[in-house]
């Protein structure tokens, strides 16, 4: 079975540092460029950040860039989200996604709170 394990996140206080990381299994996990996407509290899912195949490329939500930074490893088969002086804005629900797959088909995702 296809199966993208987001894990990492937490509350924290606006400002402070997260890693987010998405594990992988059931799933050509090198063959596909990798996304990251977000859903707030009652809003709809917004892509955050991407990475190429290579690890070489990778494209920005004008909302998170400077702050976010997307990776990978494809030996581990896992993709991270490094997130930076968070905001209360970023407050969501996070996902991992392969670039082209079923946009049917998630994980569970992990909750980031960014609250005073």
């Known amino acids: 079975q296809v199966q993208f394990v987001e894990s990492g996140g937490e509350l924290v206080q606006p400002g402070e540092s997260l890693r987010l990381s998405c594990a992988t299994s059931g799933f050509t996990f090198s063959g596909y460029a990798w996304s990251w996407y977000r859903q707030p509290p009652g809003k709809e899912r917004e892509l955050v950040a991407m990475i190429t195949t290579s690890g070489r490329g990778t494209t920005y939500a004008d909302s998170v860039k400077g702050r976010f930074t997307i990776s990978r490893d494809n030996e581990k088969n896992t993709v991270y989200l490094q997130m930076k002086s968070l905001k209360p804005d970023d407050t969501a629900v996070y996902y991992c996604?392969?670039?082209?797959?079923?946009?049917?088909?998630w994980g569970q995702g992990t909750q980031v709170t960014v609250s005073s």
């Open positions: 996604h392969p670039v082209g797959y079923s946009m049917n088909t």
